[in-house]
T-cell receptor, first 113, second 116 residues
Framework: QKEVEQNSGPLSVPEGAIASLNCTYSDRGSQSFFWYRQYSGKSPELIMFIYSNGDKEDGRFTAQLNKASQYVSLLIRDSQPSDSATYLCAVPLGAGSARQLTFGSGTQLTVLP | DVKVTQSSRYLVKRTGEKVFLECVQDMDHENMFWYRQDPGLGLRLIYFSYDVKMKEKGDIPEGYSVSREKKERFSLILESASTNQTSMYLC???????????????FGPGTRLTVL
């Protein structure tokens, strides 16, 4: 089993709809979770991180964490064509002061006008 | 704002050449990372460093080496470039894991390397 898995997509939603992106992870000890957005030809940029069970909202973005089920999701409300990108889930693995982030393979989202 | 810069956006080299990719961050981060990204394979960690002169192998270190002589600078070296090292190379940095917001990595713009 991969350490971080994402629904592979690609995912297409109409403009204004809710886009739902999912991620599961294997390490029960993981405490923090990150969502990055990567536009084509660009580098990943952090859009949200979450540490606590439940929901965390930031504008149109909501991260949902369920540690018991080992999944984290990202909801994008009122999706816009500018949200079209690849979304990467990342989980720190390892120990020590420089823990690595393990990235999922990403979900490509297309928002159709 | 965190700023991570990379020396080149595009680079074309010939097989067998020695290639240096430079990364500089201006936020006094302890940790620095080098990844490569290929279609269908996602982000793969090559090397990382948690302190000056310290380095750790990532998932795919073969064919690469790194150097960190100063805290703000992390270099990736391809000793003898090969065509299978054609890829997008991304540098990232982060604070120590015991900081207030641990583990968040900030990425540079990337270097697209082509080896002919």
């Amino acid at each position: 089993q991969k350490e971080v898995e994402q629904n592979s997509g690609p995912l297409s939603v109409p403009e204004g709809a809710i886009a739902s992106l999912n991620c599961t992870y294997s390490d029960r000890g993981s405490q923090s979770f990150f969502w990055y957005r990567q536009y084509s030809g660009k580098s990943p940029e952090l859009i949200m991180f979450i540490y606590s069970n439940g929901d965390k909202e930031d504008g149109r973005f909501t991260a949902q964490l369920n540690k018991a089920s080992q999944y984290v999701s990202l909801l994008i409300r009122d999706s816009q064509p500018s949200d079209s990108a690849t979304y990467l889930c990342a989980v720190p693995l390892g120990a020590g002061s420089a823990r690595q982030l393990t990235f999922g393979s990403g979900t490509q989202l297309t928002v159709l006008p | 704002d965190v700023k991570v810069t990379q020396s080149s956006r595009y680079l074309v080299k010939r097989t067998g050449e020695k290639v240096f990719l430079e990364c500089v961050q201006d936020m006094d981060h302890e940790n620095m990372f080098w990844y490569r990204q290929d279609p269908g394979l996602g982000l793969r960690l090559i090397y990382f460093s948690y302190d000056v002169k310290m380095k750790e192998k990532g998932d795919i270190p073969e064919g690469y080496s790194v150097s960190r002589e100063k805290k703000e600078r992390f270099s990736l070296i391809l000793e003898s470039a090969s065509t299978n090292q054609t890829s997008m190379y991304l540098c990232a940095s982060s604070l120590r894991s015991d900081s207030v917001f641990p583990d968040t990595q900030y990425f540079g713009p990337g270097t697209r390397l082509t080896v002919l």
